[in-house]
């Protein structure tokens, strides 16, 4: 940590030598070392290692700026000079460019470091290990990520903000005659191969009720059981433009009915976005944007069923004169926590009598914004449920169904434990989001094809 | 590419190894964009980096870094071989058995007018007059004018003396108008995103950005007083822009052999589609003319070769509405005894080849848009994809459009909003009853096609006409 920390502290102060006048420069970084091993059918399908780093540029005069993003090599003295080299090239283009009403950063010196001193990693050797032992002779297919991942902030005037997370993520499924599966993850801060073989196991014991033949359910309405991770599709794709506060304003968020107190969701339904996604024993890191600003240690975006806070982008922050909340520009929720609520996961099958049992949901999308209409499909462990008890997989289904809904008249029940589930998103570098929900028991959810 | 790059490729390689590669990536990209009249931060990306690829026996590895110095590549490779070894023994890929392509020779994209041959200011200064009509009234909340440009290049090396190049330059123009009134809220935008090509400022003319606000504001207003989509079962026009969803999920990543293969079962998942059915399973009517065509100029997943070298071919996928090949690419062939495409590509340096889509295209038919629309007695004409969704199968899929008018009596009657419709991949090609000529023929594509683990986000191209497909399910929001 403190070498990366370092490096990044001499790199700024290389760059931010090189200003001229009234000058103010930001710079931002994201860097990570990972392992990828893909495995498919318990075999190594592909496996090796990346190493990136990109360094943000932005050069501002008053209202003023461009920004540039630069892969950086590693090497300080080289990445200082491209990095002066590009602000060069972006001070020919603050003429160009016009005043920006919306720029803001966060001006302080206050200077902050999150730093995992002592990292719980497996070599990657070790790790395999423990992967080919827990699958056995099971087809499983998923991806092992681990390593570091940096992020880094530092201003001209001093700000400065590092975080760094050792991190791994195994996310796996296991096959059974081909056709239906169940889904497992083990990720966390600190490898435990007893602790990833336990995950395989929980997983494999439902594989005996996989393979019973498969019931074929009509569409219509069915009290359902939305396991955590269920739970957690739904409310990702409402993070899709539902909390921000530029899609609150532009009448764009798919929530604006309950934005604007023309609908609310049922009084248990309370979300909060917090630093490490709430109770969840997650190692702290700091969170914050590319301007400087941290994400506040709590917001709650829905209380009690009625709209909450919004997340505030520093660029929406100055359009809209409200307080920016350390979120990137797409305002989403990267911490997301659902209250749970009295029901006993145990009894989840007995609240659900005669229905189905959603391991998984997969490929949402909205069907109709304005009322928050969401479409998407069951996906590996769903089982039909007679007298409370799992009787056999189901095939894949689509839902169609208002969140206005499902989270409103519809919701019978949320549980009591509550599971947090880390990101195991790798499009274009390793996600660093959580999300922490309980179960939901929902009654008539509408099943269409 | 670096002129030294080939030597320090040569100086790294490991010792002992049975097969290496090297592909050194750099790319640049820039978007701009004027939002509401005020222009937003200008954003460029420069990325340059490198994945070394080494085969051991049967395991092979891989290593992808930043640092192109000698001694960063030679750590690489490095790594890359104790990845091999490491696999060897549980490989799932006999990667001894593998015949590596060997590519000599460039591809570029063709270019006529360069992205910096206009100054900052001159784009921006033609955003904000593309901008403009976007906002006729009060009732348009938001709107924006963007252009999206990159530029990437590619060198692919080996360790049996391949060595193949590729520039490739892409652009993506949009336009969005957000009209509001009365708690409703439509958007209407330039293509939803399906409007990109390779080339330079040229497309702009091409695709008619410079004209296309005001129709995308007025359309987004009309929408505001449409009712909805009603609910029923009927004949479907299915416009270019919606065409490309409709090809790509139910066609294109149904095809992908690693799908076949179950590489993707974890994550983007399988396919309804099984090793069997190549040379003789109906996908669809006999109208249906697929084929993948890396060498269309212009569209925008055209390439000489893909990552790992294979040369890019114009193939049919789908003859006459029989299944003829996957998209597979060498290794997918090898494994499954099948024949396949070029079209094992990666998205960045930093991530390995996979089975991709490329360009997959409808090849245009015979009816005229007049012609399919006075065939329909009672229907829907759909433009412009919002909404997605599709069964891990690749079979059930659910899409949205932005715009639709029914048809009723041969004629194209009343605007209706929150246009959908659902079917079966496994069935509903098999209702395709008209399929456009050239004139309602678009080259289009996406910027945004993910998948894979590690997760990889890449562009893909699809040519289509209108289509008219049969007794379709189709139907609106909730009033």
Redesign the interface.
Known sequence: MKRISQSFAVLSDRVFGALAGDEVGLLSVEAET?D?V????G????????????LGIELARGQR???????????VEIDARRAIEVLDELRP?LA???E????CYDSSDAREEACDDAPGLAA??QA?AAI?DAAGDHDL???Y?AGPVFRGFASSRGRFLASEQHSFNF???L?EN??R?V?GSYAGYRFEADELARRVADAASKLALLSRPAREVAPGGYRVYLAPAATAELLQMLSWGGFGLKSWR???TPL??LV?G?RELDARVTLHEGRSGGSDGAKAHLQFDNFGFRKPEHLTLVSAGKIGEPLVSA?SAAEFDATPTGCGTGESPSALSLEGGELAIADAGAAVGDGLYVGNL??????????C?I???T?FATFWVEGGEPVAPVT???F?E?IYDALGPKLVALTRERELLLDA????QRSTASICVPGLVVDDFTL?? | MPASLAQRFKDALPAGADYCSLRFVSSRDERLSVRQGIVQPAWRHEDAGAMAFVVDGAGAGYAATSDLSLGGLSRAFADAARWARLARERSLVDHAAIHWPAPRGDYRSPVERRWQDLSLADKLALLGEVAEPLHPDERIVDWEASLWWSRVEVCYLTSHGAEATQHIETIVPNLSAVAHEGGETQIRSFGGGAICRQGGLEVLDAVGYREAAPRVAEEALALLAAPNCPEMQCDLLVAPDQMVLQIHESIGHPLELDRVLGDERNYAGTTFVTPEMFGSYRYGSELLDVTFDPTLPGEMASYGFDDEGAAAERCYVIRRGVLERGLGSVISQQRLGLPGVACARATSWARPPIDRIGNLNIEPGDASLDEMIASVQRGLFVRTNCSWSIDDSRNKFQFGCEWARLIEDGELGALVKNPSYRGVSATFWRNLARVGDRSTYEVLGSPYCGKGEPNQVIRVGHASPACLFRDVAVFGGMD
């Open positions: 990972s990828f893909r495995l498919s059918r075999r190594v399908r592909q496996a090796g290692s990346v190493e990136q780093a990109y700026h461009a920004a540039a993003t630069v892969a950086l090599s590693g090497d283009l160009e460019l016009p920006d009403p919306y720029f990657r050797e395999l080919f297919v998923g991806i990520a996310d796996f499924s096959h081909g056709a599966a889904k532009t009448k764009q604006l009915r604007e023309q660029r997969w490929y949402l999308n909205y069907s109709d914004r304005s009322a209409r479409t998407g499909m996906r894949a289904m689509r169609d208002s998103d790798t499009y274009g269409t094809l």
